[in-house]
């Protein structure tokens, strides 16, 4: 019995299987690896680079280790107990991230380091570097294993890097586009982990028949329950990151990820916000002529523009929201009430919504951040509001929010000079002025002002009379940057601000 179960691993198909697995799960790690620490640390192209360089330079060390280890000992044993040890390694990673992510944000305080790099970095190193390493020791291990008493090494090379390299694209798509979307970030890792272990222990342990309980085991690991971290109404993943809706006090309130933004929210007795979306409604006074405004908002969220607008204008305004993630719209319907029938609300990316819409815009509002800080690169080009301009009336307006540390408005200078190569009018306000600021960057061919809008309404005459104090004029400089397609650094121009702010 020990000889046929012997002489079934040691054969070609389970050499190959085996290939195939361990290059799905490793790149399947990979992926869910940005997903796991993306609330956490942001989704930037410093903490990829910190992910990629992570499992890379994993990978290169297992190589290297297992092409020692099956010189000295080529026995497919020892390779399914490294696998195995790293599928267990796996397993415990989703329950790890959260008190991990709290020492490393307590360590990095403690000796003044920068959160968002470093420890970025270090959570990547701690998780998956090890598990990777063993992973990266299979393919040297099944080519000397495979190969010994053959001629043919180098199509056995070939054949095991093939069919890895099959596996790495089903571990690209299946978590992309199936996992993740259903079950979220955690029962995926977890799914994969399982995969590992069961198809080790089958090969050390279990028999052909064995197989059968392989997707039995899987299913089961999926409906593994894991609870949000914190009291909410209502929590999910899409294919974008996780979505919160979080009651507090008389606050209803829509939050992306870990980090301590809000994307939109909702005050009981109240539609106005006290925050920079308050200023939006000011825009369609702007626009002269009775015919309503066509208004279009870039990053619809939970649609809190979409409630002040209706309540101050009415059936004066046409409002058509684009956003990206089709579950923040499933959700906003349910939790913020966004069901207004005459709200055109279109499922799409940004930028390619402008490439393919004809329709013309008295307004447009650009709000679409990736989490509380960072703003999509693509939506602060030249190349981008050149777009905008084109989707806009002669005397349209656009209006973004750009968030900056007190002390440094270099991101919100930027931006408003990269609109200003385009406009002939841009205007920045300052709209809260505490450690964390918010800034209106607004622009149009049309010079404009919040000084005597035509309204009777006391709350809009109140931001109105907020604004002019904190309105500057901005002409275009051209020895100051530009963001173009070719040279937007966004990513590191947020996170150098964000260290700059936390680490102070």
């Known amino acids: 019995m020990e000889n046929q179960r012997m002489r079934w691993i040691d054969n070609s198909s389970f050499y190959i299987g085996t290939a195939l697995i361990t290059g ?42 297992g092409g020692v280890a099956a010189d000295k000992h080529p ?84 054949t095991i890097s093939a069919v890895s390299t099959v596996g790495s694209i089903a571990g690209i798509f299946l978590p992309t586009l199936l996992f993740i979307p259903t079950y979220g970030t955690k029962k995926t890792i977890f799914f994969f982990a399982i995969l590992l272990i069961v198809w080790s222990l089958i090969g050390l342990f279990g028999s052909r028949k064995a197989l059968i309980s392989l997707p039995i085991v899987i299913l089961v690991s999926l409906q593994v329950p894991f609870g949000a971290d914190c009291k909410v109404l209502y929590c999910t993943e899409s294919s974008y990151q996780s979505i919160r809706v979080v009651e507090f006090g008389n606050l209803k309130y829509l939050a992306l990820n870990e980090g301590a933004g809000v994307q939109s929210f909702q005050r009981k007795g109240s539609l106005l916000t006290q925050a920079y979306y308050d200023y939006y409604n000011l825009l369609p ?43 923040i719209i499933d959700v906003s319907k349910r939790y913020f009430d966004l069901n207004d029938s005459k709200l055109k609300i279109i499922n799409q990316d940004a930028s390619a919504f402008l490439d393919l819409d004809q329709e013309q815009y008295d307004v447009i509002i650009v709000d679409a951040y990736e989490n509380e800080f960072v703003i999509p690169w693509t939506l602060t080009t030249k190349e981008f509001f050149g777009k905008i301009r084109s989707r806009l009336v002669s005397d349209g307006i656009v209006a973004m929010n750009v968030a900056a540390p007190e002390g440094d408005n270099s991101l919100a200078e930027m931006i408003a000079n990269t609109q200003a190569s385009v406009f002939s009018h841009t205007k920045v306000s ?3 002025d505490d450690d964390w600021r918010s800034y209106i960057v607004a622009s149009s061919d049309k010079d404009f002002s919040y000084d005597k809008l035509p309204t009777t309404d006391p709350e809009l005459i109140k931001l109105s009379g907020q604004n002019i104090s904190r309105t500057e004029n901005v002409n275009f400089n051209i020895s100051k940057p530009v963001l173009t397609d070719d040279l937007a650094p966004i990513d590191y121009l947020s996170s150098k601000l964000f260290i700059k702010h936390f680490d102070e």
């Open 430 to 432: 300052l709209i809260s």
């Open 285 to 327: 006074l702007m626009i002269e002529g009775e015919q309503p405004k066509k208004v279009l908002i870039l990053g619809l969220a939970g649609g809190t523009m979409v409630g002040q607008l209706k309540y101050f204008f009415g059936d004066k305004v046409e409002i058509t929201g684009v956003e990206v993630d089709s579950k």
């Open 75 to 158: 026995k497919l044993q020892l390779l399914l107990s490294l696998q195995l040890v790293a599928g267990l390694i796996f397993l415990l990673t989703p329950f790890l991230i959260g008190p991990l992510v709290s020492g490393l944000l307590a360590f990095s305080k403690s000796f003044q380091l920068s959160f968002h790099i470093l420890s970025s970095l270090l959570a990547a190193l701690i998780l998956f570097a090890a598990p990777l390493i063993l992973l990266g020791m299979a393919s040297p291990f099944l080519i000397k294993i495979y190969s010994l008493g053959k001629q043919s090494i180098g199509n056995i090379a070939g």
């Open 24 to 65: 799905c799960v490793v790149m399947a790690v990979e992926i869910t690896a940005s997903r796991l620490l993306a609330p956490y640390f942001g989704t930037s192209l410093l903490v990829w680079s910190n992910i990629i360089g992570v499992v890379l330079a994993s990978l290169a060390l297992g190589y290297y280790l």
